[in-house]
C-alpha cells in the first residue's frame, strides 16, 4: 500500500521537545521532496520544513527556523522533523506531505492545499502547553 504514516506526536511543556517521523511505504522517499506542514485551529494550512529529494537540502521558514530540523535516514524510508524549544503557538496538526516534482522551497511555502502534492500523512498532533 502507498502511504505515509506519521507518528510522534503529543503534549510537551512550553520549552520541550520532540520528534516527528513521516514512514513512507509503496514508493522510495528519497525520490520525493518532503514537506512538514501545520495546521492550528481556525487558521490556515502553513509549511513549517521541507527537505529536497536526492541532495537533502532542509529548509525552515523563519517562524521555526533554529529550533526545528528536518532530516532524512533514506535506509528507513523516513523523514524526521526534530522540534525543540517548543512554543504554544507551535500547537496544531502536523501533517507531512511528499511530492515528485515541487522543490523543497516551493513546497514550503505553498498553501498546502490537499491535492496539491502526491502524498499526505493522516496528521499527528501537537500540543504545547504553558
Known amino acids: 500500500q502507498v502511504q505515509l504514516v506519521q507518528s510522534g506526536g503529543g503534549l510537551v511543556q512550553l520549552g520541550g521537545s520532540l520528534r516527528l517521523s513521516c514512514v513512507a511505504s509503496?514508493?522510495?522517499?528519497?525520490?520525493?521532496?518532503v514537506g512538514w506542514f501545520r495546521q492550528a485551529p481556525g487558521k490556515e494550512r502553513e509549511g513549517v520544513s521541507c527537505?529536497?529529494?536526492?541532495?537533502?537540502?532542509?529548509y525552515s521558514k523563519e517562524i521555526v527556523r533554529g529550533r526545528f530540523t528536518i532530516s532524512r535516514d533514506n535506509a528507513k524510508n523516513t523523514v524526521y522533523l526534530q522540534m525543540n524549544d517548543l512554543k504554544p503557538e507551535d500547537t496544531g496538526v502536523y501533517y507531512c506531505?511528499?511530492?515528485?516534482?515541487?522543490?523543497?522551497?516551493?513546497?514550503?511555502?505553498?498553501?498546502?492545499?490537499?491535492?496539491?502534492?502526491?502524498?499526505w500523512g493522516q496528521g499527528t498532533q501537537v500540543t504545547v502547553s504553558s
Open positions: 506531505t511528499a511530492d515528485g516534482i515541487t522543490t523543497y522551497q516551493a513546497m514550503c511555502h505553498s498553501r498546502g492545499d490537499p491535492r496539491e502534492f502526491n502524498y
Open positions: 527537505i529536497n529529494k536526492r541532495d537533502a537540502r532542509p
Open positions: 509503496g514508493f522510495t522517499l528519497n525520490d520525493y521532496t
